[in-house]
């Protein structure tokens, strides 16, 4: 099986982002090298390279913004103000020593833009609403207990006042 590697952005917390690099195929990825670059910040350039990642293994990246390993960003607010796209380039070898190539671009501003938009519609209930939620599903599953219970008496009780009815 080839290799495929896959940019993505992953979440790193509530407002925070980072590049994730994926083996996405069935088959481990050898001697890789994956370049890559903010498109609209010059001197962002950034080169990784690894023995090995096998399927379904990451490596996570703070996002470039210019010259030097200190200047980087993971704000949702930088990413939706300043247009951002990722360019990556990655090469590896597959077990069988073929090589693969391929380039792929991220644009880290729409990202942003459509998970804001998203989550303005789809806003999280807040903690205090969850645990109003759990103690009245504990309420209910004592209710529903103490039913059980009580409907299991009754039916002993009308066992028995059959028996002593057919005792007669």
């Excluded at 833009?113 to 599903?137: C, G, K, M, V």
Aim: charged share 20%.
């Amino acid at each position: 099986m080839k290799p495929f590697l896959k940019g993505s952005i992953a979440q790193i917390g509530p407002a925070s982002l980072d590049l994730q690099i994926t083996n996405i195929c069935k088959g481990a990825a050898e001697g890789i090298t994956v370049n890559f670059r903010i498109i609209e910040f010059e001197g962002s350039q950034i080169t990784w390279t690894t023995d090995l990642l096998q399927p379904n293994e990451y490596q996570k990246f703070f996002i470039p913004t210019g010259a030097g390993v200190r200047t980087a960003q993971s704000s949702f607010n930088f990413f939706r103000d300043n247009q951002t796209t990722i360019e990556l380039h990655w090469q590896c070898k597959d077990i069988l020593g073929d090589t693969h190539d391929r380039r792929q671009t991220i644009n880290v501003t729409a990202y942003v833009r459509q998970f804001e938009n998203t989550s303005a519609r789809y806003e999280q209930p807040s903690l205090e609403a969850i645990s109003d939620a759990l103690i009245d599903i504990k309420k209910y599953a004592s209710n529903i207990s103490n039913n059980i219970s009580s409907i299991s008496i009754n039916l002993a009780g009308s066992r028995r006042n059959a028996q002593e009815d057919n005792d007669e």
